[in-house]
């Protein structure tokens, strides 16, 4: 079975900076990208950001100059720095997992169960 740990959430005070890790593992043959989403309560579920095997990323406008993702494609761990944390950024975040499990071209999306970052003075 597919596997994703998150790690790395917390409380933070406005300014502060938070470092979270996800680890994949399991039945992947290969990973395309990976990625953290994060869920306020009452809206939806957003992109924060992702990047892909190749190394290409993306960021939603919120984040940009503050956020880094990286990768680690031999240990198929992903991490997301967060510095300058406002408390907007106050969410749940998810690590999302594209990936395939053979050579085939299609594609399979997997969630960790979402760590909290609450970012308050």
């Known amino acids: 079975q597919v596997q994703v740990v998150e790690s790395g959430g917390g409380l933070v005070q406005p300014g502060g900076s938070l470092r979270l890790s996800c680890v994949a593992s399991?039945?992947?043959?290969?990973?395309?990208?990976m990625g953290w989403y994060r869920q306020a309560p009452g809206k939806e579920r957003e992109l924060v950001a992702a990047i892909t095997s190749g190394g290409s990323t993306t960021y939603a406008d919120s984040v940009k100059g503050r956020f880094t993702i990286s990768r680690d494609n031999a240990k198929n761990t992903v991490d997301l720095q967060m510095n300058s944390l406002k408390p907007e950024d106050t969410a749940v975040y998810y690590c999302?997992?594209?990936?395939?499990?053979?050579?085939?071209?299609?594609?399979?999306?997997?969630w960790g169960q979402g760590t909290q970052v609450t970012v308050s003075s």
């Open positions: 999302n997992l594209n990936y395939r499990r053979n050579a085939g071209v299609v594609q399979y999306n997997f």
């Open positions: 399991g039945s992947i043959f290969s990973i395309n990208a």
